[in-house]
């Protein structure tokens, strides 16, 4: 009789033994596949929990090299970087992005262009076109600059809260930031000086594109006081009732503490840069206006402009690390994050 217990023991050891081992072996058989991203995604799974997973955790940027980059440029990226660029480090962690700070001054387009043609970067990001004299300079160096637009993005005006206003014409705005209209009543408001607030030439991308397509290359009048960033900007228009700023939209229209202006190409013809009925200050937080992205796609709004990825064409790793990069941007699934990342898609 013992022995009989002996042998079903022995039996029983046996099978336990080998459950053991063939659960092993499918636990590390299934970690295995999903670190290699060849697990299929669960129909009717939920991708807004992580917007990595409408990617089937798989890497497959075509042409990408392994390596770490430096980056840089425009502020203005500042949320594509922070929500779009992880989600392609998270897929592909061989490819590693490293956001680089000029190494004097502040970090802008222009100065993000500067350390690309310094060879500081490999590639760079940009809320405005390259200028002749920075091709040509490259050129200087053996390589040319060419610009990638991958999204669209458009200049928001800031105001108080309380400035009781429709709208500007550009050439009303224009006129604004050249000294030649100093008080809201000459445009259609109440009897109050306007407080003028920029940034530096200096600074970037975004009043780089102000001047150029917005003042015609005028200079700004004696009448604008500069800020260091929009953070600063946004609280002095809130604190100053003839106060007005420009600046990206997405760091405009979403703000509680001011409200962003209708612009229009001639008066009487105004479009919001956000979605009507506009959001009450009230209301915010708990509630945000959003982007108008359809006036901004169809340039119904008067204010729009490109993003673009500025690659070094110099038939090197830098070069296939910049068309990589803007060649995965401008994929479905990357231009719908850089939609939720506050910016239109551009196609």
Known sequence: MSQKNETLSL?????????????GLWFFMERWAQLNGTVPKPSGSNNTDNPTNQFVN??????????????????TWAPIRKDVDSVLESLCPQFTLRYTQPPSGQPGSGTGIRMLIDNQLAFSQSSRSVKAEENAEAKQKGFSLKEIPVAI????????????IPGLTVAQLKDIYTGKITNWQQVGGQNLPITVY??????????DFFVENVLNKDNFGTNVNY????TEAVRKVAASPGGIYYASAPEIVTQC???SLSLGRTSGQFVPPYQEPLVSQSECPNKRNQLN??????GDYAITRNLFVIVKQNGQTDQQAGEAYANWLLTPQSQELIEKAGFVKIK
């Open 11 to 23: 039996f029983l050891a046996a099978i336990i033994t080998i459950g053991l081992i063939f659960t």
């Open 198 to 207: 920029s940034r530096t030439k200096e600074a970037g991308g975004t009043v």
């Open 293 to 298: 992205s359809q006036a901004f796609r169809s």
């Open 257 to 259: 503490m001011i409200k």
């Open 153 to 164: 993005d458009g200049i928001a005006i800031a105001v108080n809260q309380n400035l009781n």
């Open 227 to 230: 800020v260091t960033t929009t």
């Open 58 to 75: 798989k890497c497959n940027v075509s042409n990408l090299p392994e390596g770490t980059f430096n980056y840089g440029g425009s502020t």
